[in-house]
């Protein structure tokens, strides 16, 4: 079993957040209300996303979900890579019958938000001042949530 607490760096990884377009909202990440954890750094959500980590620390099994529309900026910041090379790395793991499934594709951030909240290990991003179900809990990166210095999603 695999534990996101196992501190790996992420070859390639960004090492700045990107610029955040003029009026575009800062992303934030969601997991389900009853998951433990109160937050996660960059390298752990990487490992998340990346397939490199399968369970949180409460051993439930993590359930990855994408919001389309903002997945190739959270790529860029969190993974340092590109939609298509994140894409070629999940071919590659199902291909090598990894135990780690690629995440779910919402095109509907309401969608997403309800099965977040429907799923005990599921974790997602979404646009921040989104309105969240009572089921749904943003969590701090690095320490820092959208509108502190540094946050790495904005």
């Known amino acids: 079993m695999r534990s996101i607490f196992v501190a790996l760096a992420i070859a390639g990884g960004a090492t700045e957040p990107p610029p955040a377009a003029p009026g575009q909202a800062a992303l934030v990440v969601v997991v389900n209300q009853a998951n433990p954890i109160a937050g996660l750094t960059r390298e752990e959500l990487s490992r998340l996303f990346l397939g490199a980590a399968t369970l949180f620390p409460n051993h439930t099994r993590v ?6 529309p903002e997945r190739g900026r959270f790529y860029k910041a969190i ?28 095109l509907n951030e309401a969608e ?10 599921g974790i997602a991003f979404i646009r921040s001042g989104s309105p969240l179900p009572d089921k749904v809990k943003a969590i701090p990166i690095d320490r820092r949530r959208p509108g502190d210095p540094g946050y790495l999603l904005p």
């Open 112 to 121: 997403l938000l309800a099965a977040v909240a429907a799923t005990p290990g």
């Open 79 to 106: 993974l340092g890579m590109s939609e298509d090379r994140v894409r070629r790395h999940w071919i590659s793991l199902v291909f090598a019958g990894e135990t780690a499934r690629p995440p779910a594709e919402y």
């Open 63 to 68: 359930t990855l979900m994408n919001f389309v």
